[in-house]
């Protein structure tokens, strides 16, 4: 038995299939993987994210501290509730993981980190606090669940399933967050996903989760599996951690230059790194032309050289396969390549990494 969200129990009684992630014993399907996967492009899904790990880092140094410890610019954040998703390097510049931070005030962010990555993270952001001599208080919060409301009409059913919650939260930009306060206690109301819809991430207090979700239930939202929520983060171009990044890769090689903030005179762990990375290697789409099915840790014939796939599925939103792979710096969006799936090579298209969003396809 692996660790149980507040939620395991009403995912057994839903019928769910449930697997071991990162230790957790999390639904992948509660029935149709596909069917969960258009429930969301199309209309509202929720999905129990309870194993990521909220962090609240405060104090007096925390804003210093978050400058240092990550790659993009916590300075960019002056708006309560402003977000920014940034990966936390070593100082070879490898990835220790990618997280998204919650600015409240100078002396006051949250931090959600990956499930897989929590205890790591936890003694590693302790262990550079230590060694930077920073003042901050470094709080891990199990205390909190999450649930994630993803599609089109996730914020009106999320609104309507929380009265009083819109009012706190209709004025939110993407990467913004209100804390709201109504009947199931303090909600943090997050306009953020994983999917490449609209919608929210609630943190909400680990012991009203099971009524949140059901009053969710009850508006329309209909639970969703990890298996969807890796296809629809797939079309959407979202790196997941420990396939498309990890401590032997850096942002740079990861699709993710975007989020490092390079400004002349911020320093940051991993930045020299970085700036001596010779940029041989990129991550790009790949939109397989030939009948077949894109998986990890396929070879990837170039005219440049070889790569490797890193994510790779059947996309239900294209009816098509598609995969990220992280190949020479000199293949070109538009470029055919070729996959070798069980022993032949079959043509790929290059593409840009988000193939959709917001119920459109891009590629």
């Known amino acids: ?27 992948i399907h ?3 993987q596909l069917e969960e996967h258009h429930q969301v492009r199309r209309d509202a899904g929720m999905f129990d994210v309870s194993h990521m790990l909220p962090v609240d880092v405060s104090g007096a140094g925390a804003q210093a501290y978050l400058a240092k410890l990550l790659a993009n610019n916590i300075g960019k954040l002056t708006l309560p509730g402003k977000a920014l998703y940034s990966c936390m390097l070593q100082e070879d510049g490898g990835v220790v993981d990618d997280l998204i931070t919650y600015f409240f005030a100078p002396d006051d962010y949250r931090v959600v980190v990956n499930a897989g990555t929590a205890d790591k993270d936890i003694a590693w952001m302790r262990t550079q606090a230590a060694k930077m001599g920073a003042n901050v208080t470094i709080e891990s919060r199990r205390d909190l669940a999450m649930i994630a409301v993803q599609g089109p009409n996730a914020r009106a059913k999320t609104w309507a399933a929380l009265p009083g919650s819109q009012a706190a939260s209709e004025g939110l930009k993407p990467f913004q967050a209100a804390k709201w306060i109504g009947e199931f206690g303090e909600i943090m109301i997050c306009r953020t996903g994983y999917t490449g819809e609209d919608g929210f991430e609630l943190i909400v207090p680990a012991a009203r989760a099971a009524e949140i979700w059901k009053a969710l239930e009850a508006a329309g939202v209909k639970p969703i599996g ?10 959407a171009g979202m790196n997941l951690y420990g396939s498309d990044m990890d401590e032997t890769k850096n942002p740079l090689e990861s699709g993710l230059a975007w989020t490092v903030d390079l400004t002349e005179g911020r320093d940051f762990i991993g930045r020299a790194a970085l700036e001596a990375y010779d940029r041989s290697k990129q991550l790009v789409g790949l939109l397989l032309e030939d009948r077949g099915v894109l998986r990890s840790h396929m070879r990837v014939v170039t005219p440049h050289g070889e790569g490797e796939t890193t994510s790779g599925s ?7 396969s598609i995969a990220f792979a992280r190949v020479p710096a000199a293949v070109q969006l538009g470029d ?10 079959l043509k790929a298209r290059v593409t840009k990494l988000s193939f959709v969003r917001n119920g459109k396809v891009l590629a």
């Open 226 to 235: 990890l298996g969807a929520r890796d296809t629809l983060r797939l079309e």
């Open 336 to 345: 055919t390549v070729e996959v070798d799936i069980r022993g032949k090579l």
């Open 314 to 320: 059947f996309a239900p939103s294209m009816n098509a």
């Open 1 to 27: 038995m692996g660790k149980q969200t507040p939620l395991f129990d009403l995912h057994v009684a839903a019928g769910a299939k449930i697997v071991d992630f990162a230790g957790w014993d999390m639904p």
């Open 30 to 32: 509660y029935g149709s």
